[in-house]
């Protein structure tokens, strides 16, 4: 930035850039925190399959979160430009939002990653953008970054592009190239929701555009390592957001479980509505309360891990999660008939229903039941929360009382107190 007028020395120039980039950073990096759709469970790093090279993701990057299997990991985090051509009502980078705006270059972005990678700051990159132009123009500067990094200073940590469906299918196809993982976020569960607040998305056109990935996901793993570079070796995720419109959480997971199984995503996301400078009447006054997004993450985890339908966990007679009881809690409350479970004698399908048994808790009681009968030591020796697992089970020397005689004493040991509830902001 030159001050007409004032001679400026190498030096004063050079500060001035620096003042520049830290200026944008701030913005875009910003403007990227409401996007939840970045994780990189699930893959082998690019190091552990590629020699040489710059950077190490270890098999996992995301920006301050943890992996499944608790690994604190961060990625630099931000956005391209947070100008955008679209008008979301939701999105605080809309067009008609009056907020300031920024543009990086892909050579800064490239320069900012591994400038942050050597300094042991992150282990990779989380890039998405604002469209600006087209969404094929938009999705060339992503790509330019992606490719820069990978081809000509050989990085191997982690990347994960945020993709835009209306772009050209060659486009995500070189995208996933040198991406780990690709996200393309439905952001809402319905057409109907899409319309009345980000009317230029397409439901459709998202979901034709997660299949294209899914084959070219498939192809890539057939083919092998032989074949090049691995497509998205991570897969692929989506985002959806909370709160913004009457949606009920069945209609949510309804969503979710159709996309995981048509699309194999690894991961649905859930970000709680916040409400905006210069919101639309359209929109909520009011966030929902955290809970409710918390609550959702359990269901998905039940749909994914524990063989549970939407159905079950979302009844017609009540469609949206209890907020003071977990799912599994909520389900076994409402089947009383199905308890107590015989540890030593039920399949692993009912014995992931009990609450309070995480699947490597079953794994480890099904061998354990292969040398001798399973007691009330041996739960406490597996550190099982006792006090919410024995109401629901048997073991050789433990037999409680038939559930039907009493679930409403139970839902009582069992809720979420409102003080701690009001920590959640409901």
């Not at 900012?112 to 938009?138: A, H, K, Q, V």
């Not at 089947?335 to 540890?343: A, M, N, Q, R, W």
């Not at 490597?360 to 040398?371: A, D, P, S």
Request: with cysteine; hydrophobic share 35%; aromatic share 8%.
């Amino acid at each position: 930035m030159e001050i007409p007028g004032v001679e400026q020395s190498p030096n004063q120039s050079k500060f001035a850039r620096l003042m520049e980039l830290l200026q944008k950073l701030s913005i875009l990096a910003d403007a990227a925190k409401y996007d939840a759709s970045c994780a990189s469970s699930g893959t082998s790093s690019r190091s552990a399959r590629e020699s040489g090279g710059i950077g190490s993701a270890g098999g996992s990057g995301i920006c301050h979160s943890y992996t499944p299997d608790g690994r604190c990991v961060s990625l630099l985090k931000i956005l391209l430009t947070n100008f955008c051509t679209y008008d979301c009502l939701y999105c605080i980078n809309r067009k008609s939002s009056n907020v300031p705006r920024a543009r990086f270059t892909a050579e800064e972005v490239v320069n900012l990653t591994l400038d942050f990678y050597r300094r042991n700051y992150i282990e990779g990159l989380f890039l998405s953008s604002g469209i600006i132009r087209s969404p094929d123009y938009t999705m060339e500067q992503i790509i330019r970054v992606a490719k820069s990094l990978r081809v000509e200073h050989q990085f191997r940590g982690y990347i994960h592009l945020k993709t835009i469906p209306e772009a050209g299918s060659e486009l995500i196809q070189e995208a996933g190239l040198y991406a780990d993982r690709i996200s393309i976020n439905v952001e809402l569960p319905t057409q109907e929701n899409l319309d009345r607040l980000a009317p230029e998305k397409n439901l459709q056109r998202i979901e034709d555009a997660m299949g294209d990935i899914r084959t070219k996901v498939d192809e890539s793993r057939e083919k092998g390592k032989a074949a090049g570079p691995a497509f998205a070796p991570a897969g692929q995720s989506t985002q959806m957001i909370i709160g913004a419109t009457e949606a009920n959480d069945a209609a949510i997971l309804g969503r979710a479980s159709s996309l995981y199984s048509r699309f194999k995503l690894r991961r649905v996301y859930y970000s709680a509505y916040s409400p905006i400078p210069d919101a639309s009447s359209t929109l909520p006054p009011i966030k929902p309360p955290l809970i409710r997004e918390h609550r959702l993450y359990q269901a998905d985890w039940l749909l994914r891990f524990y063989g549970f339908a939407v159905d079950e966990i979302t009844p017609r007679e009540e469609p949206n999660l209890d907020l003071q009881l977990d799912p599994k809690s909520s389900w076994a409350l409402r089947h009383p008939e199905k308890f107590p479970v015989d540890l030593n004698k039920a399949p692993r399908e009912m014995l992931l229903r009990v609450p309070g048994l995480g699947v490597r808790t079953v794994e480890r009681l099904l061998q354990i039941r292969r040398w001798h009968r399973i007691t009330f030591g041996d739960l406490v020796r597996l550190k099982v929360a006792v006090k919410k697992v024995m109401p629901f089970v048997c073991t050789s020397d433990h037999h409680p009382a038939n559930l039907e005689s009493r679930p409403q004493i139970l839902r009582q040991q069992l809720a979420v107190p409102n003080e701690q509830l009001e920590l959640f902001g409901t």
